[in-house]
């Protein structure tokens, strides 16, 4: 079942959001907890051995050796960006709102 929600606080231009959040579906958690744990999983394992294999002396002197180490560098930083979200949207922890 959505849980409607509709934010009445103003905004920065003073007006009443009036806009409906719908906030956590079941369907939406769902694909956060089995898809992300999966991308996560798979991306880490993926971007380790790729940072492996192509860190070697002979692949880092090929220029696409040296593209595909800087490809799976910023992979795992992506993937670390990502962690704020999936804790958040996945598990309902508020992690963004300051809430009293």
């Known amino acids: 079942m959505r849980e409607l929600k509709v934010d009445s606080a103003p905004n920065a231009m003073g007006r009443a959001n009036e806009y409906p959040v719908y906030t956590n579906p079941t369907i939406i958690v769902q694909i956060y907890q089995i898809g992300y744990s999966f991308t996560f999983l798979l991306g880490f394992i993926g971007n380790l051995f790729s940072l492996l294999t192509f860190s070697r002396p002979t692949l880092r002197k090929v220029s696409t050796g040296c593209l595909f ?32």
């Not at 992979?75 to 990502?82: R, T």
Request: charge should be negative; charged fraction near 10%; hydrophobic fraction near 55%.
């Open 69 to 100: 180490l800087a490809l799976a560098t910023s992979d795992l930083f992506v993937l670390f960006s990502y962690i704020f979200d999936y804790i958040e949207f996945g598990f309902t922890v508020n992690i963004y709102s300051i809430e009293n």
